[in-house]
Nanobody, 125 residues
Framework: LVQLVESGGGSVQPDGSLRLSCAASGSSANLYCMAWFRQAPEKDREGVAAINRAGGVLYAKSVKGRFTISRDKAKNTVYLQMNNLKADDTAMYYC???????????????????WGQGTQVTVSS
């Protein structure tokens, strides 16, 4: 069982920035493929950004150029730097891990085996 703990959410004005963190437990955490998803009220959970073991990344079109996913293997932590935030970015943000041996960077929620509890991001003036 992988434990994922998100932090860094909060309220910010439009055009502001936030950095989310996801700390993963387990000695094999650096072998996981990781991703960030978000879910707004009454909407489906959507993939935002993903990163594979080698550092290859994938972004949703809606955030490309504004969000950056990265990982610190020494800290078993994945980050999501969010810049130029918009009201449409308001959602609960979840960290997810794909622990399968053949994992890759994916924005499909079905491939992820473990999820964090989420951290709220609110963008409002």
């Amino acid at each position: 069982l992988v434990q994922l703990v998100e932090s860094g959410g909060g309220s910010v004005q439009p055009d502001g920035s936030l950095r989310l963190s996801c700390a993963a437990s387990g000695s094999s955490a650096n072998l996981y493929c990781m991703a960030w998803f978000r879910q707004a009220p009454e909407k489906d959970r959507e993939g935002v950004a993903a990163i594979n073991r080698a550092g290859g990344v994938l972004y949703a079109k809606s955030v490309k150029g504004r969000f950056t996913i990265s990982r610190d293997k020494a800290k078993n932590t994945v980050y999501l730097q969010m810049n130029n935030l918009k009201a449409d970015d308001t959602a609960m943000y979840y960290c997810a891990a794909d622990t399968t041996s053949g994992c890759g960077a994916s924005l499909k929620k079905e491939v992820y085996t473990d999820w964090g509890q989420g951290t709220q991001v609110t963008v409002s003036s």
